[in-house]
């Protein structure tokens, strides 16, 4: 039997299904056979440092898989948000110019967490791929794990595939193909893949080349894989050593967009419904046709891609920045903001086409409209950005070409810096090099690149992240029960564990340091942003300040003790007594922080979401998403709106629920938390639903008073306010009052005119310093022209070398009167003014004369550092006492270079 199906050329007849059919029946297929089907978690990966966005289904399930969590249910489905744009993913440039390299993508997924196995997992999906899709069953082969290694060959697979296809069909591959593990250490196993036949009339390299096509192992498109069975069956240790785990789990994953096109009958991605209604939106804007040009769709593909994952990141709560998530989005961003321009567009336009992705997506998403204005707002801001900076790296690449145009070649690593600090694309420098007889040195920028690449790999590389082994040993003999909910005290609290300098002790004796692990505790252990509790500990003869309570590991509550009397020791029961005034005050900031979070996102809209806080006795900090800076009316605002609802004296309510069913109530999840499958939810009825374990007030008036005290941006795309509340608050409204009594006391005046009163005496210390520069520059110029000890003729041509001690400002002011004042003579100026100890140099030619040198370069010849126009340069690099030298040198300068010409 041939190993391939016979190709007629004709295409495959099947009904048309969109993608939105598609991701349904998928769902549904596998919700009729028990598995919850689980809605897409945010492509912020929730509590997981070790990765930039959401890749795999597989993310939000990864503690389930590594044991760490346990669901109410044992099988489950989704269709998950992912980006690829960064980290060892990083292959933005293939984006566009392939059928299949997107950004942004959806993967569709089944799991099983040690429920079925192999057996079932072969099944359903040559179920719903034959069946429920309707694809040919002999354009479909499947590969196993071959054995390599010391690992056996999947043979169990090979048997349950037998069931479906025939032998001729089932490849064997290793484990570069054929196995799958999470880390260096941790699950891992076999898996089994499913391609497609796409047809023969592709073109193949192999062919081209006089070799047969090597079928599913070719690198051509004939063979399509489509779908990855993971059967997780192993615990890896750090030796290698493979160990069965006792309850093998199922992971799967199938690209959306590249099922879609198989069932659509299309060779690219880019053909399918879920690209087509963007790239027509695009073309339509652009004045582009697509399929006119190959360099024109490529770009229209580029622009209908990242589209749809800036849309995505932002509704999710990611800003344009500088570093981690923020700047992968930037560079998604100005990425397609520069095909943009080659299909001819000058000014913004990427916002007005946010519009046709929530179109298109909100069915599946419906998120996304809620968040369009903002998604909107934000990418109109960054276009404007890109701008300005791009007029930044236009005049970072003359200085760039100007250094480098003896040699011919701008070197890689400018280039680089160029593309990497400027956002100017390499084509771009390349294009602008081009037009200054320059060419790039683009392998030294691949190196460059590349370089940078291996470091986002490294610092974006997946590890198995675990607990510390002491704190998981003790969690195995013993939870703390946390009990601060209802009360403050606790008369019999049991010691599971004392521990000295990381280690376990028989004892903590007076003067002593160290931890102590309570059965029960009524301690609050530092998380979601709140301060740990401090607080006592005594037994008969033993005392103990209990100076901070954290939870290193889920369920263990480890207080940080100073033994002051006697001593602790496993075994015994101690009374336990929480710092009420400290705590009260953590309640009132942390309920205040819930109260701010809802007013932010009903004043400046809902893409507003967590991204870090601090809750303490004394004062709160709220780190948020947003992608500009609050005016003082806004503040004022949403100050009076958290003042409004306290003095409401509105009751909290708390309820514990599924988190699924807690979603769907409306409540937000905080940013860094780690939440299981019963949540608690805190409620202030109809301002704010929050998922929280914190500790909070029974009345929002007992917050007393909330002041904002300081807000500002901590980096692109997210902003901080810090506040405090109650008696913090009176003390800082008591002050102010204090300042203004002040204030009106010493300037005569009511508060009500000390606004006017200042503005005045500002507008007069402007004139003051006015005049005084005014004075200035007429004592340093001799009190009117140039000095004539300062000034020689070399033929027509006027040459000035002043020295002045004036500051920058004033010193250049100086320099352009007297270029101003000689605009119709030539000359050259070298001037230079003594600051602080410092020396600042101005160099300036007229126009008639910069061919024949120009500014920068009599900088250059003269030793000096610095740059700018070729009539005028600004710099350093001579010490005071060689000033006089350095004039001397200037005008022997100019008298070779205008008697040579």
């Known amino acids: 039997m041939s190993t391939q199906p016979v190709d007629t050329g004709a295409k495959r007849k099947s009904r048309a299904m969109s993608a939105d059919e598609i991701r349904a029946a998928f769902l549904a297929f596998f919700a009729s056979r028990g598995h919850r089907v689980v809605r897409s978690s945010s492509l912020v990966p929730e509590s997981d440092p070790t990765l930039l966005f959401a890749n795999a289904g597989m993310n939000q399930f990864k503690d389930v898989f590594l044991g760490k969590e346990k669901r109410d249910y044992a099988r489950a489905a989704s269709s998950q948000k992912c980006v690829r744009a960064g980290g060892k993913h990083n292959d933005l440039e293939n984006v566009g110019q392939t059928a299949r390299h997107h950004t942004f993508f959806e993967m569709l997924g089944n799991f099983s967490f040690g429920d079925y196995f192999k057996k079932d997992a072969i099944e359903f999906a040559w179920q719903l791929l034959t069946r429920d899709l309707a694809l040919p069953a002999d354009r479909l082969k499947v590969s196993i794990f071959k054995g390599e290694d010391g690992v056996p060959r999947d043979a169990d697979a090979h048997g349950f595939w037998r069931a479906h296809v025939s032998e001729d069909r089932i490849l064997e591959l290793g484990a570069n193909e054929n196995f799958w593990a999470m880390g260096d250490t941790g699950p891992c196993g076999p898996c089994s893949e499913i391609h497609f036949f796409q047809g023969n009339e592709l073109p193949c390299l192999e062919e081209q080349a006089g070799r047969p096509c090597r079928g599913v192992e070719c690198e051509c498109d004939r063979w399509l894989e489509i779908w990855n069975l993971v059967f997780m069956q192993y615990d890896r240790d750090a030796s290698g050593r493979l160990t069965p785990l006792p309850a093998p789990c199922i992971d799967t994953g199938m690209g959306l967009e590249r ?362 900090r709220f780190d948020f998403s947003h992608f500009q800076g609050l005016g003082a009316r806004e503040l004022r605002h949403i100050e009076n709106r958290v003042n409004g609802v306290v003095l409401k004296d509105a009751a909290l309510q708390t309820k514990v629920m599924g988190r699924e069913e807690a979603l769907a109530y409306g409540a937000l999840a905080f940013f ?80 009500r005119g000390l606004v006017d009163e200042y503005a005045k005496l500002r507008e007069q210390l402007k004139s003051l310093q006015r005049e005084n520069e005014r004075l200035k520059r007429k004592l340093a110029t001799g009190g009117g022209d140039a000095s004539s000890s300062d000034l020689r003729e070399i033929g027509d041509v006027q040459v000035w070398t002043p020295r002045f001690e004036l500051d920058r400002k004033a010193h250049a002011t100086v320099v352009d009167e007297f270029r101003n004042k000689n605009r119709d003579r030539p000359f050259v100026v070298l001037s230079a003014s003594v600051e602080d100890g410092g020396v600042h140099v101005i160099s300036a030619v007229s126009e008639s004369l910069k061919d024949r040198i120009s500014a920068p370069e009599l900088m250059k010849r003269l030793g000096l550092r610095g740059g700018g126009r070729p009539d005028f340069a600004q710099g350093g690099g001579v010490a005071p006492a060689d000033v006089d030298a350095l004039r001397r040198k200037a005008v022997e300068l100019a008298r070779q270079v205008l008697e040579a010409a």
Not at 714 to 731: C, D, H, L, M, Q
């Open 259 to 620: 099922i879609t096109a198989v069932v659509q009958g299309k060779l690219s991605n880019y053909d399918t419904d879920l690209f087509q209604p963007l790239i027509v939106a695009v073309a339509a804007r652009t004045a582009t046709a697509y399929g006119a040009s190959s360099e024109g769709d490529v770009s229209l593909r580029v622009v209908a891609d990242h589209l749809r994952a800036m849309t995505f990141l932002i509704a999710d709560g990611v800003m344009p920045g500088n570093e981690g998530r923020g700047y992968v989005l930037r560079k998604v961003m100005r990425r397609a903001m520069r095909h943009g321009k080659k299909l001819g567009v000058d000014g913004p336009f990427l916002h007005e086409l946010v519009h046709a992705v929530v179109a298109r997506m909100d069915g599946a998403y419906p998120e996304l409209l809620t968040h369009a204005d903002t998604v909107s707002r934000v990418v109109r801001a960054e276009e404007e950005r890109f701008g300005t900076t791009l007029k930044q790296a236009f005049a970072v690449f003359e200085q760039v070409a100007a250094r480098h145009a003896s040699a011919g070649r701008i070197p890689g690593g400018d280039a680089f810096r160029l593309y990497d600090t400027y956002g100017l694309p390499l084509d771009f420098t390349e294009e602008l090099a081009r037009e200054k007889g320059l060419d790039v040195d683009r392998e030294g920028f691949d190196r460059e690149l590349q370089a940078q690449q291996e470091r986002a790999r490294q610092s974006s590389k997946m590890g198995a992240v675990t607990g510390d082994p002491l704190y998981l040993g003790l969690l195995e003999k013993g939870k703390t029960r946390f009990v601060g909910y209802e009360s403050l005290t606790l008369e019999d609290a049991r010691v599971l564990a004392v521990l000295k300098d990381g280690q376990l002790a028989r004892r903590l004796d007076a003067g002593q340091d160290g931890q102590v692990i309570l059965d029960r505790t009524p301690f609050y252990g530092a998380s979601g942003g709140q301060v740990g509790d401090h607080g006592w500990m005594s037994a008969e003869g033993s005392t103990a300040e209990v100076t901070d309570c954290q939870i290193p590991v889920p369920g263990l509550y480890v207080h940080d003790v100073k033994v002051t009397a006697g001593g602790l020791e496993p075994g015994m029961t101690v009374r336990v007594q929480v710092d009420e005034a400290r705590r009260s005050g953590a309640m009132r900031h942390h309920t205040a922080t819930h109260l701010l979070h809802a007013a932010l996102r009903e004043q400046l809209g809902t893409h507003v979401k967590q991204a870090g806080s601090l809750v303490a006795p004394d004062r709160l």
């Open 672 to 751: 860094g938390d780690k939440y299981g499958e019963r949540v608690r939810v805190v409620e202030v009825p109809g301002f704010s639903k929050e998922f929280c374990g914190g500790t909070h007030v029974e009345h929002t008036g007992q917050i007393g008073l909330f002041l904002f005290t300081r807000e500002g941006g901590i980096s692109a795309g997210t902003r901080r306010v810090e506040a405090i509340t109650g008696e913090a608050a009176f003390a800082r409204a008591q002050e102010d009052q204090g300042i203004l009594e002040e204030l009106e006391e010493t300037a005569k005046t009511d508060r």
